[in-house]
């Protein structure tokens, strides 16, 4: 019985989702669309088998396709990346696992490591006192440089020299610049320490030459599969052949039970289309269309952190309309159906529960096939959405923000500028497919 005849509630809520994906902009940068083919494998049945252990050294029988399976996302996986020398782990769960995977195999709980500040573009599993990285290792945080909002690797050296970090690790979840990875791992080199990079955000654009690759420089890199490289939810360890025993055990036994199978067969049929020819045009695409983006969204006035991009993602600063601006900007986005996430500001005046900054990002876009041209309109929208509604200010009692935004959701509902901009995202959204909907 399909899902549809035995199920209706499910399959209603799921039609509603697919309704609100063709018919808004996705622009969280971290979001992006899996093919029909890689969401057809990642729903087989090969849902239904355990396979704890790794291919040739399971636990349990019946195991001789699944391994086929295994083997294959590894190797096209070394060959997509170009990784040669490495060993590659495709059974984490997902990239908070992953790294978890790689700190607990690699150092002792109590270790130090360097990341980047997570209000400056760093992850919270790169640290965060509230997530088991920060509870569990002793983490040391450079900055972006204050006033150029980039890396300043002369600093990252000096700090190195001066805690003197087992793992330095390098790669962003809000970070709009290129990352020298080869200077990150020569840092890491100089005081004996591991690099390690997370590439989850850019690494359909590495795959795609349309970014700096981590390899053949650094020690660990770790990637979702689910963002730029478009695929379904998971995560890769890839480590120097000399590191594999120790990262294989930290992630079975050592973090996870039985691996998804299934989602490995997804992530096998996602990186088959990342070898692809075109999806070098796809990564170059993504990265012209963020800096038409960036050019519009300056050009209309906005201000942005590091003043650009040279990725697929940027961050509006919206510090020049006051602190705490950001929630309010993306709940108005939101209701015209244009997606993004507020975000802090490096050295945001405001805390990070209301922060002062909107990350956007192009890489779901240029999936539906949406090129410059549409870039210019969606930036003029954006513009005109912040202009409207960042001047809304987040009161100065902590016990009052919430009240007041609800209280601005409500001014959305029928508010003309919203209605207006909604109709012609929808009206431009629908003409461009959505894979796994209408592919
Ligand atoms: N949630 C992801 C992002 O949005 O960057 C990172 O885990």
Not at 332 to 359: K, Q
């Amino acid at each position: 019985m399909n899902l549809a005849s035995q199920d209706p509630e499910v399959f209603a809520i799921i039609e509603r989702e697919k309704k609100r994906q063709k018919e808004g902009l996705e622009m969280i940068p971290s979001e992006n669309y899996a093919s029909a083919a890689a969401l057809e494998a990642a729903g087989s049945i090969l849902n239904d088998k355990y396979a704890e252990g790794y291919p040739g050294r399971r636990y349990y029988s019946g195991n001789v396709h699944i391994d086929e399976v295994e083997r294959l996302a590894q190797a096209r996986a070394l060959k997509a990346f170009n990784a040669e020398g490495y060993h590659v782990n495709v059974q984490p769960y997902s990239g908070s696992p992953a790294n978890l995977a790689v700190y607990l195999g690699l150092l002792k709980p109590g270790d130090t490591i360097m990341s980047l500040r997570l209000d400056q573009g760093g992850h919270l599993t790169h640290g965060s006192p509230v997530n088991a990285s920060g509870k569990l290792f002793n983490f040391v945080f450079y900055p972006l440089d204050a006033e150029k909002e980039v890396l300043d690797y002369d600093a990252i050296q000096k700090l190195a020299e001066k805690t003197k970090p087992q793992l330095i690790l390098s790669g962003f979840t809000a970070y709009p610049r290129k990352v020298d990875f080869e200077k990150m791992a020569l840092i890491a080199r100089s005081i004996g320490a591991i690099s390690m990079a997370d590439i989850s955000h850019i690494s359909g654009l590495v795959i795609g030459g349309a970014h700096p690759s981590p390899f053949p420089s650094t020690d660990v890199v770790t990637t979702t599969t689910h963002k730029t490289l478009r695929g379904p939810r998971g995560a890769l360890i890839f480590c120097k052949e000399e590191l594999r025993e120790k990262i294989d055990k930290a992630v079975f036994p050592g973090m996870q039970g039985g691996p998804h199978e299934h989602t490995i067969a997804g992530i096998a049929v996602t990186l088959g289309e990342a070898l692809r020819p075109e999806f070098k045009d796809y990564a170059a695409q993504i990265v012209k269309n963020a800096s038409i983006l960036a050019a519009t969204l300056i050009k209309e006035g906005l201000k942005l952190v590091s003043g650009g991009t040279e990725t697929h993602l940027m961050l509006i600063d919206l510090r020049p309309f006051g602190p705490g601006r950001g929630v309010f900007v993306a709940k108005a986005l939101e209701a015209a159906e244009i997606n993004t996430n507020f975000t802090t500001v490096p050295n945001d005046p405001s805390v990070p529960f209301y922060p002062s900054g909107i990350r956007l990002g192009t890489p779901a876009l240029t999936t539906r096939g949406m090129k410059e041209k549409e870039m210019v309109v969606i930036g003029t929208w954006i513009a005109e959405v912040v202009k409207a509604f960042a001047t809304t200010p987040l009161p100065d009692e902590k016990e009052k923000r919430a009240q007041a935004v609800r209280d601005f959701e409500k001014t959305l509902e029928g508010h003309e500028t919203v209605k207006k901009i909604r109709e012609r995202v929808k009206a431009l959204a629908t003409k461009f497919p959505v894979p796994g909907i209408d592919a």
